[in-house]
């Protein structure tokens, strides 16, 4: 087995402003919550404490809704959709411009490897920024025939800390673009992005109030989803938060998408390219360390080549670098949290104990921070915890199959249909599958590829409505 040989540390030098403490960014301004109450966000790689961020009340919120209501009715709705999309423009030139500071800022608050907040994060945050200002003035062109591009009001935005930049830039770059005014919420353990967002916002000039940031919990997104004077909610997050929501909304005028887990299947057939095929099942599941919604978390292997797989990604396991994320060479980085790292390793024990058979790579854990090393299941059954819940790890759960029909049905059969993907050389086997499977993305021959014009959203469990491309725009627009 190839071994991995060393390389000397290589850690990102760039140091980004973190300020002690932050306030709330409402109304166009920093100000100090009316709860008083701060909290810590920690460096899930160290467990060192970056900075204390304002708690956000009901009362808060009240405030940061309002502002946002002023905002929509004074300027934005108004204002010429090309001058809107020049601030759109603005903000994304801007993340171009701080790419580097927004990437560390990502990996310390959050806990990725720096190569992938660098090369994907923002690079793809400020993609969707550009995307959408390129909008702001063709929406009848994408209107349904004699329809009038009508914006919703003020959007209430709930984020996770999985994607924090990307989430925000995927709603709050459509809001805007469609003249919505905006009140966004991040997650507890990754606020610094989005406060970032914030302060590139303001420099940007937007008229006060068209986007707040309110930093806090759960109770502070319950506050956001049950406030009379919000509009449209899209929340991004756990299928159980998603299913509350939903259900609190339900009878109101409110507007709701949801975007929530998955367990996605990741096909290969015997006659797949086996070497792309095993990067991309790389790629699928440890990618983010496995905190991605749409990872390839349960890999289906056609009977004859699993065997051979299982030889192969043993070895791609051992040459997976984890470590300090901050460090250019790293491939898995830090868990987010430890309530996360805990509940990874309670499924991967359910695994365990319900007689599947565990790999992972070989490699000593650092010290301190939230570590999981990259793992595998072979001899899962469908009936495990560790075929059918979401792990949000890096452990891959591999079953295998027969016939084609087989695949699909095995693929199907779960609550969730958010993505999945396809390893096969015959290009019709690849469209048959893709046609069959209820998932909202099929990837083929390919795995995690994202466009800002491409729309991204689930079936089933996993949600509705669309994020990305001309779709996107309906999920802001009164229709
Ligand atoms: P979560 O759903 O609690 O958190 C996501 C966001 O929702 C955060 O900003 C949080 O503050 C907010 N939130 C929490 N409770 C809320 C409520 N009642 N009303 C409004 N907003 C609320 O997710 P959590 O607990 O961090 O992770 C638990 C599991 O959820 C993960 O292990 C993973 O399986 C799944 N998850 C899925 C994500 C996805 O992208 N689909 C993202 C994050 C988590
Ligand atoms: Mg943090």
Redesign the pocket.
């Known amino acids: 087995m190839s071994s991995i040989f060393e390389y000397a540390p290589a850690p990102e030098t760039t140091k980004p402003a973190i300020r002690e403490q932050y306030g709330l960014f409402i109304n166009g301004a920093w100000v100090a919550p009316q709860s008083g109450k701060y909290f810590d966000t920690v460096n899930p790689a160290t467990e060192e404490t970056l900075a204390r961020v304002a708690y956000a009340s009901p009362e808060d919120v009240d405030r940061a809704v309002r502002a946002a209501r002023k905002a929509y009715d004074k300027y934005w709705r108004k204002m010429r959709p090309a001058d809107r999309a020049k601030y759109i423009y603005r903000i994304a030139r801007a993340i171009t411009e701080r790419s580097r500071e927004l990437a560390v800022l990502e990996t310390l608050d959050g806990g990725k490897p720096i190569k992938e907040s660098r090369d994907f994060d923002v690079p793809t945050a400020a993609a969707h920024f550009f995307y959408y200002a390129g909008w702001a003035d063709k929406l009848e062109w994408a209107m349904r025939a004699g329809r009038e591009p009508e914006p919703l009001g003020v959007a209430g935005q709930?984020?996770?800390?999985?994607?924090p930049l990307l989430?925000a830039a995927w709603k709050v770059a459509p809001a805007l673009a469609c003249g919505n005014t905006v009140v966004l919420?991040?997650?507890?353990?990754t606020p610094l992005t989005a406060l970032a967002l914030a302060q590139i916002i303001q420099e940007a000039d937007l008229p006060p109030g068209v986007v707040n940031v309110v930093t806090?919990?759960?109770?502070?997104?319950?506050a956001?989803?049950s406030h009379d004077d919000v509009d449209k909610i899209a929340?991004?997050?756990?299928?159980?938060?998603?299913k509350?929501?939903q259900r609190s909304l339900a009878g109101t005028r409110k507007r709701l998408t949801l975007?929530?887990?998955?367990k996605a299947a990741h096909i290969v057939f015997a006659d797949a390219p086996m070497e792309q095929a095993i990067e991309g099942v790389v790629n699928g599941i440890y990618f983010n360390q496995g905190?991605?919604?749409c990872a390839g978390s349960r890999l289906l292997v056609q009977e004859s080549v699993h065997d051979e797989l299982v030889v192969r990604l043993t070895e791609r396991l051992q040459t997976l670098r984890l470590g300090n994320p901050i460090d250019k060479n790293t491939d898995i980085g830090a868990i987010n949290?430890r309530?996360?790292l805990d509940?990874i390793t309670e499924l991967v024990q359910s695994g365990i104990d319900q007689g599947a058979v565990l790999v992972q790579q070989s490699c000593t854990l650092p010290d301190r921070g939230y570590y999981f090393p990259a793992s595998f299941f072979t001899n899962v059954q469908m009936s495990h915890r560790i075929a059918r819940e979401?792990?949000?790890g890096p452990v891959l759960s591999i079953l295998t199959f027969r016939t084609p029909d087989e695949a699909l049905e095995k693929a199907n059969n779960t609550p969730y249909g958010?993505s999945a993907g396809v390893w096969t050389d015959k290009g019709s086997k690849n469209m048959y599958i893709a046609q069959h499977l209820r998932a909202g993305v099929v990837w083929c021959n390919t795995f995690n590829q994202f466009d800002p014009s491409s729309p991204f959203g689930g079936y089933k469990e996993?949600g509705f409505g669309r994020e990305g491309g001309v779709h996107g725009l309906y999920e802001y627009l009164a229709h």
């Open positions: 709930i984020v996770p800390w999985n994607f989430m919420k991040p997650a507890e353990t806090g919990d759960g109770a502070t997104g319950a956001l989803v929340f991004t997050g756990s299928t159980e938060v998603g509350a929501i975007e929530l887990g998955g905190h991605v919604c949290s309530a996360q509940k979401e792990i949000f958010l996993s």
